[in-house]
């Protein structure tokens, strides 16, 4: 397991842009599959972007395909979710999560259960 710490939430206006942060510390991230989630209130988490290891492969659940993009820098032990265009629907806490896992299909960055590390989330606020 990794410790996972998110930055970059905050308050923003519909229709404007938030960087989301992921990043460890103390351990590499290179190796590990990252994914972001949410939580709306009174909702259960959500998948919302995967990427794997080597960025080769990434995976967004639709209501945010292009609007919002998920990379990764290694060499700094950071993914990012880049969130453009956001709605009101997108006010949550956001969760970034990892996993190592020698067998990785589309279908397992989607679900939670597959991720062994999680942050402490960070709050998204879309205002009207």
């Known amino acids: 397991q990794v410790q996972l710490v998110e930055s970059g939430g905050g308050l923003v206006q519909a229709g404007g842009s938030l960087r989301l942060s992921c990043a460890t510390s103390?351990?590499?991230?290179?190796?590990?599959?990252v994914g972001w989630f949410r939580q709306a209130p009174e909702k259960g988490r959500e998948f919302v972007a995967a990427?794997?290891?080597?960025?080769?492969?990434?995976y967004y659940t639709d209501s945010v395909k292009g609007r919002f993009t998920i990379s990764r820098d290694n060499a700094r032990n950071t993914v990012y979710l880049q969130m453009n265009s956001l709605q009101l629907e997108d006010t949550a806490v956001y969760y970034c999560?990892?996993?190592?896992?020698?067998?990785?299909?589309?279908?397992?960055?989607?679900?939670?259960?597959?991720?062994?590390?999680w942050g402490q989330g960070t709050q998204v606020t879309v205002s009207s």
């Open positions: 999560s990892a996993a190592q896992k020698a067998i990785a299909t589309s279908r397992h960055y989607t679900e939670a259960g597959w991720y062994d590390s």
């Open positions: 103390g351990r590499t991230l290179s190796t590990y599959a």
């Open positions: 990427i794997g290891w080597s960025a080769l492969m990434s």
